[in-house]
């Protein structure tokens, strides 16, 4: 593993792999179409090369699998909204993706694969904390809100079923709600930290009954997990990254409200059809890898307003 490509590289976690790859010395190589990532989230970038290009596209893939030995595939549609927004180009960018990828993978003679795939496919578990056993689901085939979860599912299908005859070294890793600078405002956490910044009122509205629960990882940490993954791992292996700190969104809304020293009288409004009420992953797997701490959640929270 020398020379690696990593799709999505641009993105809020691509740029943070990106980064830490150059700095332990990886030759890397970036693919985005930078429909959401920007280049100036990756810190090292001078050190990387750089290709513009969409990852549906067979020819695009291809060239960017030159002189390739490793392939982190991360290029994705992300954010809730965009799944309820436009569920065809979610699950095409997965489908098409990941196909071009291993086509290229197999054309191109490249044995390593790292597949991201999410705490999504989980959808409501039976067992919290939940372990990489736990079956993958699509609850409601109509609620567009699954089109992210499908693409993802399949993108698993397709790493098992090919990693098996055509790779060395085949990983997928299920990240569960990762934080931290450079991220897309439409997730749970930044939208969260800008409203509550401009908010006057005392009344903060929230979508559900804010006894949904999750558990956050700061990007620093993800990296962490990620390097073990992708050192340590072993092949045909399925790696929840994330920790066990669960909170419920009244707690985290009220963490935040804490930092920012405001007081705040949280209200309910329907939470978007198809949201999940918990969500924690059992780490066990990635504890045997050497992965230990953690940064607590308030602290990482402060570094992200900081
Ligand atoms: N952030 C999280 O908490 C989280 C949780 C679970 C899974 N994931 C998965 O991890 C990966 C990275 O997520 P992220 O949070 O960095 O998202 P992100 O949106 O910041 O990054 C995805 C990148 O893919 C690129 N992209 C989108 N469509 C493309 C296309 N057609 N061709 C080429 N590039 C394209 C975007 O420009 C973006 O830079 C994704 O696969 C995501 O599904 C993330």
Request: one cysteine or more; hydrophobic letters at 40%; a positive charge.
């Amino acid at each position: 593993m020398k020379n690696i490509l990593v799709t999505g590289g641009t993105g809020f976690i691509g740029s943070a792999i990106s980064s830490m790859l150059v700095l332990k010395g990886y030759n890397v190589t970036i693919f985005d179409n930078n429909s959401r990532g920007k280049l100036k989230n990756i810190s090292a970038l001078k050190e990387a090369k750089f290709i513009k290009g969409d990852i549906r596209n067979f020819q695009h893939v291809f060239k960017a699998c030159k002189n390739i030995d490793t392939v982190i595939h991360l290029a994705a549609v992300n954010g809730t909204k965009y799944f309820y927004e436009k569920p065809d180009i979610v699950l095409e960018v997965a489908a098409k993706g990941v196909i071009n990828i291993i086509d290229s993978c197999k054309e191109r003679g490249i044995k390593n694969l790292f597949l991201a795939s999410s705490s999504e496919v989980y959808h409501f578990p039976k067992k919290i904390p939940t372990d990489e056993k736990e079956s993958i689901k699509i609850p409601d085939i109509m609620n567009p809100r699954f089109s992210y979860a499908g693409g993802k599912i399949f993108t698993e299908l397709m790493g098992v079923n090919f990693g098996r005859k055509y790779f060395k070294k085949l990983i997928i890793f299920r990240p569960h709600n990762v934080y931290g600078k450079n991220m897309g405002n439409e997730h749970v956490v930044p939208e969260l930290l800008l409203r509550m910044k401009k908010n006057k009122s005392k009344n903060f509205f929230i979508k559900g009954t804010g006894k949904e629960t999750r558990a956050f990882i700061y990007i620093d940490d993800f990296i962490k997990a990620f390097e073990l993954v992708m050192t340590k791992g072993k092949h045909m292996q399925i790696y929840n990254i994330g920790t066990e700190q669960m909170v419920s969104i009244n707690k985290l809304c009220k963490t935040i409200a804490k930092i920012f020293k405001k007081t705040i009288n949280i209200k309910n409004k329907p939470i978007a059809k198809g949201g999940t009420k918990a969500r924690c992953p059992d780490i066990s797997k990635i504890k045997k890898l050497g992965f230990l701490n953690y940064t607590l959640l308030e602290d990482g929270l402060k570094k992200v307003i900081n």
